[in-house]
């Protein structure tokens, strides 16, 4: 069974940074584009970054570009996220999620529980 | 950038009706769409990708239907576990999801 596991989340202060982590089980980790999904306190959802299932490409949201990071360790089958310069409109659940392909552009066919970001003062 | 908007933002319905939500691209995404539903508390779930393929392991009254730039999600048969947010979500140019629907029971 697939298994996405996020961690790293809390309160930050403005200005500050976290990084996210991501933990992939039951599937070829390495075959896969990976995903950040965003979802703010009672809103919808936003596609934040994605990385090639190489690692070699990377793609943004424009709210996020220059400040956030995304990354994977396909020998751990881990994906991380780091956040700097962080505001509080970035304050969300942030999931990670499973492209369908190695490039993007697919559905999202699994995803983790989410962790919670707080930007805060 | 394409932008998606999904109809109604709510809805109200008896056990056993059939529920329907549309979602509007704003150019053609051919059939590109996916549909997730996330249940409270709980992270989305995909249903229904390429506009109407159904997800394995998905109950077959969910439905989907469209192409171009107007989609639909039909639930035939409406069960207390189908209390969710659903979204439209399309992947023709990497994604956007669209705002959501919030389906309740009456």
């Known amino acids: 069974e697939e298994h996405l596991v996020e961690s790293g989340g809390g309160l930050v202060q403005p200005g500050g940074s976290v990084r996210l982590s991501c933990a992939a089980s039951g599937f070829t980790f390495s075959n896969h584009a990976m995903v950040w999904v965003r979802q703010a306190p009672g809103m919808g959802l936003e596609w934040v970054s994605l990385?090639?299932?190489?690692?070699?490409?990377?793609h943004y949201v424009d709210s996020v570009k220059g400040r956030f990071t995304v990354s994977r360790d396909n020998s751990n089958n881990s994906l991380f996220l780091q956040m700097a310069n962080l505001k509080p409109e970035d304050t969300a659940v942030y999931f990670c999620?499973?492209?369908?392909?190695?490039?993007?552009?697919?559905?999202?066919?699994?995803w983790g529980q989410g962790t919670l970001v707080t930007v805060s003062s | 950038d394409i932008q998606m908007t999904q109809s109604p933002s709510t809805l109200s319905a008896s056990v056993g009706d059939r529920v329907t939500i549309t979602c509007r691209a704003s150019?053609?995404?051919?059939?590109?769409l996916a549909w997730y539903q996330q249940q409270p508390g709980k992270a989305p779930k995909l249903l229904i990708y390429k506009a109407s393929t159904l997800q394995s392991g998905v109950p077959s009254r969910f439905s989907g239907s469209g192409s171009g730039t107007e989609f639909t999600l039909t639930i035939s048969g409406l069960q207390p576990d189908d209390v969710a947010t659903y979204y439209c979500?399309?992947?023709?140019?990497?994604?956007?999801f669209g705002q959501g629907t919030k389906v309740e029971i009456k």
């Open positions: 150019q053609s995404i051919s059939s590109w």
């Open positions: 999620a499973k492209d369908r392909g190695p490039y993007g552009g697919n559905p999202l066919d699994s």
């Open positions: 990385v090639t299932a190489s690692g070699e490409t990377t």
């Open positions: 979500q399309q992947y023709d140019t990497l994604w956007t």
